[in-house]
């Protein structure tokens, strides 16, 4: 039987406002790039007649993680950017930790998109992000200092600030956790997300209205030194210095500071290329991942659209980032983890530690059911898997397929992290390749072995491997299609 819905009726069709800009990126005061405007159909409409026409694809590439973090986005999006016209980063905050090698310099990215590096792209950090201000603008110091351009990066008035009592609850959070502890890497990034959900949240356009944001300060602090003092047994923080040091941020930070609404909607009516850049990987989602195990934010396709307010109609390509093996730090359920010397090896090989924190991180096979979980849930068509060189000395590689537990297989990640930690995965052993891939340039230059492991990656997670990634440098990338 099917259930009758109340007819509301439909909205008659109304004129798009356009902002008095449009046709432009209008940023910092300059104009970036002018194209005119296009007149006529939006969407899909346009999509297939600017297709037909061999005009510009409407083009909005999502990249995320697939895994729990770690897994190269950095160096992919570095790749791509020169070719897309504007980065958004939609979540977290300087939890993540993206490293790109450009001609032997490393940059460690934290908020800032990886973008940056590119000259013609507009970089936005977008309202879904929790910002700190003391970590922005170190980083963009050292960007100054490397010489790199940061005129096109701007500041959505509506993402979250990290205040300086949230790293401080995250860390009493963290010891009164004890064993339990969720392994956070103490920026403050929970304890943020959790004062935005509870709606006492400092917002980077707050930062512009200091009456209000003294008031506001004045209420919030006192409950979050209550918070500390009665329960934590900690010293409180003191209004006039955090009102000090934020004024000063604003002054720094004022002219990046946009309603980046404009900016994004006039984008996607001029047809320009937008690529979101993930951070932290689908299996920490809030709701996806390994719960209680996550981060505090989403990750995901999801994560990406919300935090831009870019809408789902208008992506066109969802990519993601694998390594060739998994890694995750922090504590949960982790079923393809290696302890022994080959987790060892691994690790000492593919350099895994803590791009933030330093950390070693936890090393294990790669797990296509958590690939194909990914896949599934965020619609990923295109697969970078990046680090194949790590396991170029490894005599017999294994990839989980699935997993058993309690005589039941199971094909993904259950949400029991209980029986996911005791899972056995049910593991396909293939040939190793015992030859370095460093120099291969192009995908059929690996070896047979090492083609046949990437293929097979793609095929269980079930999307195509376009992009593989031999080692840290812009030219350790093959490219078998294009990603944008
Ligand atoms: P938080 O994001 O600092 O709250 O940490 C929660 C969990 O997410 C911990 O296990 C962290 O190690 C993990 N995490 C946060 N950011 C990253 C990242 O960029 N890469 C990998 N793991 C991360």
Redesign the pocket.
């Known amino acids: 039987m099917t259930i009758a819905l109340p007819d509301r009726g439909l909205p008659s069709p109304k004129q798009v406002e356009r902002p008095p800009n449009a046709g432009r990126l209008e940023l910092v005061g300059r104009v970036v790039a002018v194209r005119p405007p296009r007149r006529g159909a939006t969407g899909y409409a346009a999509r297939a007649r600017s297709v037909s026409e061999g005009g510009p694809v409407i083009s909005v590439t999502i990249l995320i993680g697939g895994q729990?973090?770690?897994e190269g986005k950095g160096k992919v999006i570095d790749l791509l950017a020169g070719s897309v016209d504007m980065v958004v980063r939609s979540q977290?905050g300087d939890?993540?930790?993206h490293t790109v090698v450009v001609d032997g310099q490393t940059f460690k990215f934290r908020l800032i998109p990886s973008g940056i590096l590119s000259p013609t792209t507009t970089c936005v950090i977008g309202h879904g992000m929790v910002v700190n201000p003391k970590s922005f603008l170190a980083e963009l110091d050292e960007l100054h200092a490397h010489g790199v351009n940061t005129d096109n990066l701007v500041i959505s008035d509506r993402a979250h600030m990290v205040m300086p009592y949230h790293p401080v609850f995250?860390r009493l959070g963290e010891q009164q956790r004890g064993d339990d502890r969720?392994?956070?890497?103490?920026?403050g990034?929970?304890p943020a997300y959790e004062d935005k959900v509870r709606r006492v949240g400092f917002r980077v356009g707050d930062l512009t209205k200091p009456v209000f944001l003294e008031k506001k300060l004045r209420f919030v602090l006192r409950l979050k030194n209550e918070s500390l003092t009665r329960l934590y047994d900690h010293e409180p923080f003191d209004e006039r210095a955090i009102l000090d040091e934020y004024l000063e941020y604003a002054e720094r930070l004022g002219p990046r500071i946009r309603d980046i609404y404009p900016i994004i909607q006039g984008a996607l009516r001029e047809d320009r290329r937008i690529l979101c850049e993930g951070?932290?990987?689908a299996m920490?989602d809030l709701d996806l991942g390994t719960y209680p195990?996550?981060?505090?934010s989403a990750p995901t396709a999801g994560g990406a659209l919300t935090g831009s307010g870019i809408p789902p109609s208008k992506v066109t390509r969802t990519i993601g980032v694998f390594k060739a093996y998994t890694t995750?730090?922090?504590?949960?359920p982790f079923p393809t983890e290696l302890e022994g010397a080959l987790g060892e090896l691994i690790r000492e090989v593919g350099s895994e530690f803590?791009t933030?924190t330093g950390r070693a991180r936890r090393v294990g096979w790669f797990d296509a059911a958590v690939a194909r979980y990914s896949v599934n849930t965020n619609g990923i068509d295109s697969m970078a898997i990046t680090k194949v060189d790590v396991l170029d000395q490894i005599e017999t590689v294994r990839i989980a397929t699935g997993y058993l537990s309690k005589g039941e297989h199971w094909d993904h990640p259950m949400s029991n992290i209980s029986h996911l930690k005791h899972a056995e995965p049910v593991y396909e052993e293939m040939p190793g390749w015992l030859t370095s891939t460093r120099d291969c340039r192009r995908f059929e230059d690996l070896p047979a072995a090492c083609q046949a492991y990437v293929e097979r990656l793609g095929e269980l997670a079930g999307a195509s491997v376009d992009v593989v990634s031999v080692g840290p440098d812009r030219e350790h990338t093959l490219v078998r299609r294009s990603m944008v």
């Open positions: 729990w973090g770690d977290g939890n993540a930790g995250d969720l392994g956070t890497t103490h920026r990034i929970g951070a932290q990987g920490l195990y996550v981060t505090s995750r730090v922090g504590y949960g803590g933030v």
